[in-house]
């Protein structure tokens, strides 16, 4: 790419469509933000509403509040706006527990419900949850499943009449690669199998057809881009024609046909309900819903390509400045499809890291030698991204990487 001046990037700035989102965030002095698909910035409105809640819902309402507050519904409210953007029905997403936990409940009950089929797919270098949350199940069940983890271009052809279950998540939590989902899940489907995508680096940053791609199954994460806070609920899919086939392994009570009706045995819900277990985090579940209602307010086509934008200006920068220092890109090449983040490789990432954290530009860190940088086109502005190169390339020229305090390892990265 050719050198960029400061009035191209004012002019970008000046025309970009999103710009005004950017005041609903509260956002540190000094700080350029690249960590929002690890831990999503904190949306303005939510500490007044979270005050709320706790003080008026909560503090005034007490007890009361499960009716007078809706905080019964909670779940299915804030899962059918979150459906929303994942382009599925309202009544097939449910807000619950963790990502961990939920793809532990659809690993169960989508493998109970191929029996005879002992083969489960994934990816070697899938997120860590996903590959232990599969191996647990598998134990859990008896151990008769076989986990294969293929490649991610031989997936589709190593998909067999045998398989059970393809669990990937669509966008790669380092490279951001991005898994063509209506092609594997028709490949999956064809040979009579199940797939469950994990949506966690997806939600909030990419338009999603879960019901255009005929999925069966998905979870996903509320803290990354759906800005939801630290520990979010997360949520999962379950496709309507599943639902009265597949039962959650952990029936709770909140998952009952009738949760009041106290009764001594198990009956699960009839629709997605099914799938929550306990009572729901209402707090959390109040903050969730003002990072989901943020995105709802805002085009996800736009927001889509903005993120294309700033990457691609981000990796032309990169390239022209900071190769000469052995920073590699990871993942897509310019031009391809990719999902928000941006990674490089360098054998000093983690200190490199450290030293532009210590200068406000926070990205993150995954081992062995990856510098991730996450792209949230709701509060970041073009200018940001020249920012973080100009220091990115300060760091790397003066070698400022090398001070000792920036190699001490952090027990979180
Ligand atoms: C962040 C992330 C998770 C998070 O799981 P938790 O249960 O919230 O810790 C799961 N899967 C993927 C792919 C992720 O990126």
């Keep these: 790419m050719d050198?960029?001046?400061?009035?191209?990037?004012?002019?970008?700035?000046?025309?970009?469509?999103?710009?005004?989102?950017?005041?609903?965030?509260?956002?540190?002095?000094?700080?350029?933000?690249?960590?929002?698909?690890?831990?999503?910035?904190?949306?303005?409105?939510?500490?007044?509403?979270?005050?709320?809640?706790?003080?008026g819902e909560w503090g005034e309402g007490l007890i009361r509040s499960w009716n007078s507050?809706?905080?019964?519904?909670?779940?299915?409210?804030?899962g059918a706006k979150i459906a929303r953007l994942v382009g599925a029905n309202p009544h097939e997403v449910i807000v619950a527990d963790s990502t961990s936990v939920n793809l532990h409940k659809l690993i169960i009950a989508a493998l109970r419900a191929r029996p005879g089929r002992h083969a489960v797919l994934s990816e070697p270098g899938n997120f860590p949850t996903d590959l232990y949350m599969l191996e647990t199940a598998i134990a859990t069940l008896g151990g008769a499943h076989a986990l294969t983890l293929t490649p991610r271009d031989e997936i589709v052809s190593h998909i067999t009449e045998e398989t059970a279950l393809v669990l990937l998540t669509h966008v790669h939590y380092k490279t951001a690669d991005v898994h063509d989902m209506a092609a594997i899940t028709a490949a999956a489907q064809a040979k009579g199998a199940m797939v469950l995508w994990d949506l966690s680096h997806s939600v909030g940053a990419l338009p999603l057809a879960l019901n255009a791609c005929n999925a069966d199954l998905a979870v996903g994460c509320g803290y990354k881009f759906l800005n939801g806070g630290p520990g979010a609920p997360a949520f999962l899919f379950?496709?309507?024609?599943?639902?009265?086939?597949?039962?959650?392994?952990?029936?709770?009570?909140?998952?009952?046909?009738?949760?009041?009706?106290?009764?001594?045995?198990?009956?699960?819900?009839?629709?997605?309900?099914?799938?929550?277990?306990?009572t729901p985090s209402v707090?959390?579940?109040?903050?969730?819903?003002?990072?989901?209602?943020?995105?709802l307010e805002a085009d996800m086509q736009e927001i889509a390509r903005k993120s294309r934008a700033l990457a691609e200006l981000f990796m032309g920068l990169v390239h022209m400045r900071c190769a000469e220092h052995d920073v590699t890109l990871v993942g897509p090449p310019p031009g391809a499809p990719r999902g928000s983040h941006?990674?490089?490789?360098?054998?000093?990432?983690?200190?490199?890291?450290?030293?532009?954290?210590?200068?406000?530009?926070?990205?993150?860190?995954?081992?062995?030698?990856?510098?991730?940088?996450?792209?949230?086109?709701?509060?970041?502005?073009?200018a940001d991204i020249v920012h973080a190169v100009d220091v990115l390339e300060d760091v790397l020229r003066t070698r400022a990487w090398q001070a000792p305090e920036y190699r001490t390892r952090q027990a979180v990265t």
């Design 69 to 78: 507050a809706d905080w019964i519904n909670a779940p299915r409210r804030v």
């Design 342 to 382: 941006v990674s490089f490789r360098h054998p000093e990432g983690y200190a490199i890291m450290q030293a532009l954290i210590a200068r406000g530009v926070i990205g993150d860190f995954r081992a062995p030698d990856i510098m991730r940088f996450g792209l949230t086109p709701l509060y970041l502005r073009y």
């Design 238 to 278: 379950v496709a309507e024609r599943h639902h009265a086939s597949l039962v959650s392994p952990l029936g709770g009570w909140m998952g009952h046909a009738q949760p009041f009706a106290f009764t001594d045995h198990y009956e699960p819900a009839s629709g997605i309900s099914r799938f929550l277990c306990g």
């Design 3 to 55: 050198a960029i001046s400061s009035a191209q990037i004012a002019a970008l700035d000046a025309a970009d469509p999103l710009a005004a989102f950017r005041a609903r965030f509260s956002l540190p002095e000094g700080v350029t933000y690249l960590d929002g698909n690890s831990l999503g910035a904190l949306p303005r409105a939510t500490a007044d509403r979270v005050r709320d809640v706790i003080e």
């Design 283 to 295: 707090v959390g579940m109040a903050a969730l819903e003002c990072g989901v209602d943020l995105h």
